[in-house]
């Protein structure tokens, strides 16, 4: 029997990753472009999985009510799959319902690896704008042999030439060299700073030397960002959050989360993954001069601004080193003394999308923290890290979600956790 390469597909339900699932002949498959409700025409590319098949959608037969013309004319279904710009794989959706299928993958990985039933609310940030658009103040773009650049088209290695980037806030758009070229450069980074200032970065290519290949220096560009009535100093190639609200929408939440009854500003509090300080100072501007609390951090140049960036609290300081590491050699070194002031403290955690993992959570919780407050960017790593947690006496307290990525099916979680 002939292989069928093309199928007509109902879809059923939202997955996590920015695909949607349907069934062909009982056999789970995952198409991007689409979303539950509607009936689509589909090529399978990917026969690899037992389980499984992945698809493209090529086709809508049957629209569901939700569906809009994409915010991205470079990401619509219109364009082949293999010209689709990727980065907005939710634009085809209306803003409110977007929400509501990030809520329904936060609920569904909680429920599945938690066993927690949670109604969480995926919350817009302040001064959105009416379709998700004009958010973004950080895009990286890929770079060809030709020196041209664009996005990768989805899950690819194929960059898209684009003359428009809608998620970007304007200043983003205004900065962003369309038209030229950089032959010899891996990418370039368009960033814009809360100022207004706009910087284009350009990455060079790995380059053979002996017989490894070696990515060249790159001299650093301090810029500032400001939070409030606060700025801090970073590296423009370092991290910062995307959203042009982000930054000040999770230090609200890391504030508001953090219990007050069982904070105490002079145990030995911590700030993992800290980056440049942000959270850190979250805490000190809501319990004051007071505060005691070390921020870690792997990146060096981070640790280095984050050392300024906490110089108003006396007891605040940056240690530049791996989180687990430090957690574990923190827990098995510590004074009698310390380990009390350890006992009495919050943890704030902001691990990268892959999480914290079963060794970061258990050196955590062997430190016996009065909560823990977990930033998260990924729902099924938090919904891992939420069952560790609780398996070490930590069960889930309270849960926000942030819309800080719309247009898109990444979301962040604020959740609090204590004993």
């Not at 699932?21 to 037992?50: K, L, Q």
């Not at 629209?63 to 915010?71: L, T």
């Not at 993954?273 to 809501?286: E, F, I, M, Q, T």
Request: proline residues 5%.
């Amino acid at each position: 029997m002939p292989q069928i390469d093309e199928v007509d597909l109902d879809i059923t339900n939202v997955a996590h990753g920015g695909v949607f699932v349907a069934r062909h002949e009982g056999r789970v498959v995952f198409v991007p472009d689409t979303m539950p409700g509607e009936r689509i025409r589909a090529r399978i590319t990917d026969r690899t999985h037992d389980s499984f098949w992945r698809a493209e959608a090529i086709e809508v037969l049957d629209a569901a009510p939700e569906r809009q013309d994409h915010v991205w004319s470079s990401a619509s279904i219109d364009r082949a799959p293999a010209q689709r710009a990727g980065g907005a794989e939710f634009g085809h959706i209306r803003i409110e319902h977007q929400r509501e299928l990030k809520r329904r993958v936060i609920a569904d990985a909680l429920q599945r690896m938690a066993k927690l039933d949670i109604d969480v609310v995926v919350e817009p940030v302040e001064d959105e704008t009416v379709d998700g658009t004009g958010w973004r103040t950080r895009v990286r773009l890929q770079v060809g042999r030709d020196g041209g650049f664009g996005p990768y088209a989805a899950r690819s290695h194929t960059i898209v030439p684009v003359t428009e980037l809608p998620l970007a806030t304007g200043q983003v758009g205004e900065t962003t060299p369309f038209g030229q070229t950089f032959a010899g450069a891996e990418s370039i980074d368009v960033i814009a700073t809360g100022s207004g200032a706009g910087h284009v970065l350009v990455n060079e290519a790995p380059v053979k030397r002996g017989k490894r290949f070696v990515r060249p220096r790159q001299r650093p560009v301090p810029i500032r960002e400001t939070v409030g009535d606060r700025e801090f100093r970073l590296d423009a190639r370092g991290f910062w959050q995307v959203h042009r609200q982000a930054a000040a929408t999770l230090t609200e939440a890391v504030q508001s989360a953090v219990d007050e009854a069982l904070f105490d500003p002079r145990a030995a509090n911590l700030d993992l993954y800290g980056g440049v300080g942000l959270l850190a100072a979250a805490l000190g501007d809501r319990f004051g001069s007071t505060l005691r609390i070390t921020s870690v951090e792997s990146d060096e140049a981070a640790t280095d601004n984050a050392a300024e960036n906490l110089a108003d609290w006396l007891g605040a300081s940056a240690v530049t080193e791996r989180v687990e590491r430090f957690v574990t050699r923190t827990a098995s070194e510590s004074s009698a003394a310390e380990r009390a002031r350890l006992r009495a403290a919050t943890v704030v955690l902001d691990p990268p999308r892959s999480g914290a993992g079963r060794a970061v959570v258990d050196a955590i919780a062997s430190l016996a923290p009065a909560q823990i407050v977990y930033v998260a960017c990924d729902p099924v790593a938090l919904a891992r890290d939420v069952a560790l947690f609780a398996e070490r006496g930590y069960p889930l307290r309270t849960l926000r979600a942030f819309d800080l990525f719309p247009n898109t099916h990444h979301v962040e979680a604020v959740a609090t956790l204590a004993p």
